[in-house]
T-cell receptor, first 113, second 113 residues
Framework: TQLLEQSPQFLSIQEGENLTVYCNSS?????LQWYRQEPGEGPVLLVT?????EVKKLKRLTFQFGDARKDSSLHITAAQPGDTGLYLC?????????????FGTGTRLKVLA | KAGVTQTPRYLIKTRGQQVTLSCSPI?????VSWYQQTPGQGLQFLFE???????NKGNFPGRFSGRQFSNSRSEMNVSTLELGDSALYLC????????????FGPGTRLTVT
């Protein structure tokens, strides 16, 4: 069974601090996505990474895909209260013309003003 | 461009009943995926439809079914509801491959009593 473990599960930090969220698996993924979900809403796609070692930046957010495409990290610089939410990674593994798509266990982030 | 819409937003049903949820994708998107989100299991993939055909399926019992119409709108049906089916049901649409880019609706909160 493929699993995507995220750590930490919960994170409460002060505004202005930096943080890193990890997404780990023993399986290889063809692509990996990061989402942020706020209460009462569906997840919003932040980024998709497809190449091992790939680094993508989205303003204060930096995403990295592991060289072996089994893990990923999300780093937020100078966190703001607006960053509060549930962060989810999701990986796709392709084989025989189809794919398996699984979500990580989630990291709930709270940024205090 | 209008986002993904889901109806109804909230639903209360009794054990043993059946329920149908509706999803209207973003205009032009041909793929619709359905997910179940619960506090215990997180976000799990149910199935994906593309051009009226089920293209992929997760590990859910046959009580969960879906269909897609020629205008890409999709419905999900759950028969013989169980208490454990209480969850947030999310649909997401994409132009082609949901593992690269997809947009979620706000979800339907189903409560089974």
């Amino acid at each position: 069974t493929q699993l995507l473990e995220q750590s930490p599960q919960f994170l409460s930090i002060q505004e202005g601090e930096n943080l890193t969220v990890y997404c780990n698996s023993s399986s290889v993924f063809s692509s990996l996505q990061w989402y942020r979900q706020e209460p009462g809403e569906g997840p919003v796609l932040l980024v998709t990474v497809v190449t091992g070692g790939e680094v993508k930046k989205l303003k204060r957010l930096t995403f990295q895909f592991g060289d072996a495409r089994k893990d990923s990290s999300l780093h937020i610089t100078a966190a703001q209260p607006g960053d509060t939410g549930l962060y989810l990674c999701a990986g796709a593994a392709r084989a025989s013309g189809t794919y398996k798509y699984i979500f990580g266990t989630g990291t709930r982030l709270k940024v205090l003003a | 461009k209008a986002g993904v819409t889901q109806t109804p937003r909230y639903l209360i049903k009794t054990r043993g009943q059946q329920v149908t949820l509706s999803c209207s994708p973003i205009s032009g998107h041909r793929s619709v995926s359905w997910y179940q989100q619960t506090p215990g299991q997180g976000l799990q993939f149910l199935f994906e439809y593309f051009s009226e055909t089920q293209r992929n399926k997760g590990n859910f019992p046959g009580r969960f079914s879906g269909r897609q119409f020629s205008n890409s709108r999709s419905e999900m049906n759950v028969s013989t509801l169980e208490l454990g089916d209480s969850a947030l049901y999310l649909c997401a649409s994409s132009w082609g491959d949901p593992t690269y880019e997809q947009y979620f609706g706000p979800g339907t909160r189903l409560t089974v009593t």
